[in-house]
């Protein structure tokens, strides 16, 4: 399942690239990719799970980045 999210709060590209390695190793994530510029979230995640998986994802970014708002697109 491909989703797409808006991440608000962002501060750097740095701190985009910390997020998306947290994220990628989240289980059940098939892919992830963060755009700095665009301030977007690609996401693909296992089908079967996915209400848990999104779950762990918003816990990984709350305790990590707690500035960062997750919307979907």
Sequence with gaps: MKLSFKLQGLDCGN???KLERK???VEG???VSISFMTL???LDI???TSKQVLEN???V???SMPSVI???C
Aim: charged share 30%; with cysteine; aromatic share 4%.
């Design 15 to 17: 701190c985009a690239s």
């Design 23 to 25: 994220i990628a190793k």
């Design 29 to 31: 994530v098939a892919s």
């Design 40 to 42: 977007k979230m690609a």
């Design 46 to 48: 296992d089908d079967s």
């Design 57 to 59: 994802v918003y816990s």
């Design 61 to 63: 970014v709350s305790k």
């Design 70 to 72: 997750i919307k979907r």
